[in-house]
């Protein structure tokens, strides 16, 4: 986690982001006046801000978490994250089309991404410069044990309930497995940054020592108000951009637009985490690596989850959480290669490269269902 200087990028589009914002709130007659041709052009500047602004939310909070140490440095990036995420979850189901699958596409995207695409990349980059990479077995056990059990309950019960028709949920049973991932998710940050800190610490960086100084005080604050504002336009932003990506999609041909739809917010929100996971790997810290890389895929069902169950819970809208066939399969796969993957406290070129198999089959369907 790097605490080094912020560039202007990351300056820059926050602000951009934010002015676009104030454009959108009062200039709403002046954009429905454009004419057709131009129509896709607003969109197109909000998505380029938008991931301007998820840069931008890295480097903010690298400095941050620089500031406060490991492993509660990874878990500011982790919460800014999902908050990116339930933002734009809440955006997509308060002006998209009334689709009741877009959480469940959401989750599943994030799963599969971090889990083999984001995991295989990060173990097969390690793998070809260090060999072998170690971890710690408890530290991966216990985010890979509330994995399971989140998704679980989440994605796979929902299809065997009988108190409502179809993959869904009551809004008893919605309402209980909220509070059971809440409580869950919440347990295992005791367990990450109190009780057994040690697990999430990777002890070859631990030797070595923080490299590059610690951001002062001031840094830190100001970087806090950088955050802030890169999350608020990421956030606000997003319902500009969602129906125009949904449009696009329309356009080129694809048959199944929702699951594509679901993958882009994931892979958007999920970028400033990959690429702290990626660095962290390259340089054979693998149990940081990992501490974002399925921090944030946790986080992402135990907050996400909850907070869409409870919109759904006072609009009305139905919400479908149980995935269908196939995609259970690649679900249980996941989970048991990753078991697999971090049981033995190892990894090497070959683990990456099995995930990333599993990440081009689940890639390809999203496409060709």
Known sequence: MSGGKITVGGVIFPVLALGLVAIFAAGERWLDAMPPTLAWAPSLVAAILVIGSVFATLQHAGRIGARVGEPLGTLVLTIAVTIIEVAIMSSM??????????????????????????????????????????????????????????????????????????????????????????????????????????????????????????????????????????????SLLAEHVIPGLEEALKWAGVEEVNPVTGAAVAVLVLMPEGMNSVRAAARNALQTSLNGALGSVVATIGLTVPTVALMSLASGREIVFGLDHRDSAMLMLTLMLSVVSFGAGRTNVLTGLVHLVVFAAYAFFLFAP
């Open 93 to 234: 189901t308060t002006h998209g089309s009334d689709n009741p699958t877009e959480a469940r596409e959401a989750v599943f995207s994030a799963i599969m991404i971090v889990c083999n695409g984001l995991v295989g990349l990060c173990l097969l980059l390690g793998g070809f410069r260090h060999g072998e990479q170690e971890l710690h077995p408890m530290g991966a056990s216990a985010y890979l044990a509330v994995l399971i059990a989140l998704s679980m309950l989440t994605l796979i019960l929902p299809n065997y309930t009988t108190s409502t028709p179809g993959p869904t949920l009551s809004r008893a049973q919605l309402g209980f497995v909220s509070v059971l991932s809440i409580l869950l998710y919440c347990a295992f940050l005791f367990i990450q940054t109190v009780r057994h800190r040690a697990y999430f610490i990777d002890a070859r960086m631990a030797a070595v020592g923080h490299m590059g100084a610690k951001p002062t005080l001031n840094q830190a604050l100001i970087s806090l108000v950088g955050l802030g504002a890169s999350l608020t336009g990421v």
